[in-house]
């Protein structure tokens, strides 16, 4: 029985130590679908966590190989937007701020190419496959302040209007992102750029029915008008340590 239990516990060995632990840190670029067309920069943030790949090589010396990624990290992202305008007594300020928290479990297949045969501890790679994304907080807030041009009031007329809140339960829970990554390996140094699209509408959904923030004066309830659909897309650059 002891001997049974002895093999059990030493059978997993072989392939934990077939396994890369990579430890990952790196800064997020968050993009939002603005109206009409295109997507509006929102900010940047940092992101952290660990990568784990699975390589298969092809024969021994192969210079191409595939291997699968998972892991988890951590993003606390969101959008920042401020715009003003002014002329003459007229003055116009909108400011959007968004806040998410998300643990991202990324399911990935990657090919690696050694370019120098000579040179073993240098790969390329190009991935491609999804993130499952869990939200834990997600936080909306805006502002916006009209002053009109009129020749016989003075002060001229303004109009305000803000509204704050937690939106975590009309958000969308666990959404999927398209994911693709670039990048190098060098001993032990990993190097990548990673592009992440939403697959479904990520809007807030019921948020127009009382937020006290009018859409022609909202850049979000106006970007989700134009187009029935909000997106979020992401840049990362992430630098790991391979174990």
């Not at 002895?6 to 990579?22: A, C, H, Y």
């Not at 019921?206 to 106006?222: A, I, R």
């Amino acid at each position: 029985m002891r001997k049974c239990f002895f093999i059990l516990m030493i059978l997993p060995l072989p392939l934990i130590g077939q396994l890369n632990f990579t430890p990952i840190a790196g800064l997020n670029s968050t993009r939002l679908s603005e109206s009409y067309s295109g997507y509006a920069k929102g900010g940047n943030f940092g992101v952290y966590g660990v990568e784990v790949e699975k390589t298969f090589n092809f024969t021994e010396y192969s210079p191409v190989s595939i291997s699968l990624l998972s892991g988890v990290s951590y993003l606390r992202n969101g959008f920042n937007q401020e715009n003003s305008f002014s002329v003459f007594n007229a003055y116009y300020y909108k400011k959007t701020n968004i806040e998410t928290t998300y643990w991202q479990v990324p399911l990935m297949v990657r090919i690696n190419w050694r370019p120098f045969p000579l040179v073993e501890d240098w790969r390329l790679f190009f991935g491609a496959g999804v993130s499952y994304n869990s939200l834990t907080h997600a936080h909306i807030a805006e502002q916006a302040t009209n002053v009109s041009i009129v020749l016989l009031y003075y002060p001229p007329p303004s109009t305000s209007y803000q509204d704050s809140r937690d939106v975590t339960d009309i958000a969308v829970k666990h959404p999927l992102f398209e994911r693709f990554d670039i990048g190098m390996k060098f001993k032990h140094l990993q190097v990548s750029w990673r592009l992440s699209v939403s697959m479904q509408d990520m809007y807030f959904k019921g948020l127009e029915n009382n937020w006290q923030v009018p859409v022609n004066y909202s850049f979000y309830l106006d970007a989700h008008k134009s187009r029935s659909i909000t997106k979020e897309k992401y840049s990362e650059v992430v630098f790991g340590w391979r174990f």
